[in-house]
């Protein structure tokens, strides 16, 4: 089974922004430090989704359980800036979701190493010294899985739920014609 840990979603309100001014009419939710980063990080509540604002008027939201939660916390978000004076209305120019993150379990343990060639090397990357897990770019998917000797999988940069599902249904058809 495929879980989504993490959604990434993006917009942009298409007005540029004087962040020093925005941080402070929002001191109570933003933390603006233009010396260590030039976006501003807004939390609406202590355990909502994290929004970094650029001067752009573009922002990231990482952080959602869902999609749902990606659109509700863009919502509040252009209503606190709205309400706040930062914008005329509580509207964006777009709003997209990104890209989905999402865990899954082959659920028995991998040799790491005969997988890499099993895989492809044109496919695979598999430094241990460098970092503990499989690195696997399908060919079929616009997605990439991050496979672990526990059997845990990390699937990132899938554009829907059902392509990250479809890359780890792939994953394990591969594992059995191999093993």
Same mark, same amino acid.
């Given at each position: 089974?495929?879980?989504?840990?993490?959604?990434?979603?993006?917009?942009?309100?298409?007005?540029?922004?004087?962040?020093?001014?925005?941080?402070?009419? $929002?001191? #109570?939710?933003?933390?603006? #430090?233009?010396?260590?980063?030039?976006?501003?990080?807004? &939390?609406?509540?202590?355990?909502?989704?994290?929004?970094?604002?650029? !001067?752009? +008027?573009?922002?990231?939201?990482?952080?959602?359980?869902? %999609?749902?939660?990606?659109?509700?916390? !863009?919502?509040? /978000? $252009? @209503? =606190?800036?709205?309400? !706040?004076?930062?914008?005329?209305?509580? %509207? #964006?120019?777009? /709003?997209?979701?990104?890209?989905?993150?999402?865990?899954?379990?082959?659920?028995?343990?991998?040799? $790491? @190493?005969?997988?890499?060639?099993?895989?492809?090397?044109?496919?695979?990357?598999?430094?241990? %010294?460098?970092?503990?897990?499989?690195?696997?770019?399908?060919?079929?998917?616009?997605?990439? $899985?991050?496979?672990? +000797?526990?059997?845990?999988?990390?699937? =990132?940069?899938?554009?829907?739920?059902?392509?990250?599902?479809?890359?780890?249904?792939?994953? &394990?058809?591969?594992?059995? @014609?191999?093993?």
């Amino acid at each position: 089974m495929v879980a989504v840990v993490n959604v990434v979603s993006s917009g942009s309100l298409s007005v540029e922004l004087d962040l020093e001014a925005v941080a402070e009419e $929002l001191d #109570d939710i933003v933390d603006y #430090d233009p010396e260590k980063y030039p976006g501003a990080y807004v &939390r609406l509540e202590d355990s909502d989704p994290l929004i970094t604002l650029y !001067r752009t +008027g573009k922002y990231i939201i990482t952080g959602s359980s869902s %999609e749902q939660q990606a659109v509700e916390t !863009r919502n509040r /978000f $252009l @209503s =606190t800036l709205h309400d !706040r004076g930062i914008l005329p209305s509580a %509207e #964006d120019e777009w /709003f997209s979701i990104q890209n989905y993150v999402c865990v899954a379990d082959l659920d028995e343990s991998v040799n $790491l @190493s005969a997988l890499a060639i099993g895989l492809g090397l044109e496919k695979s990357e598999y430094e241990p %010294e460098q970092f503990p897990g499989l690195v696997y770019r399908p060919t079929e998917y616009d997605c990439v $899985l991050l496979i672990f +000797g526990s059997g845990k999988t990390v699937i =990132t940069g899938a554009k829907s739920i059902e392509q990250a599902e479809s890359a780890f249904e792939h994953l &394990r058809v591969e594992l059995e @014609s191999l093993f």
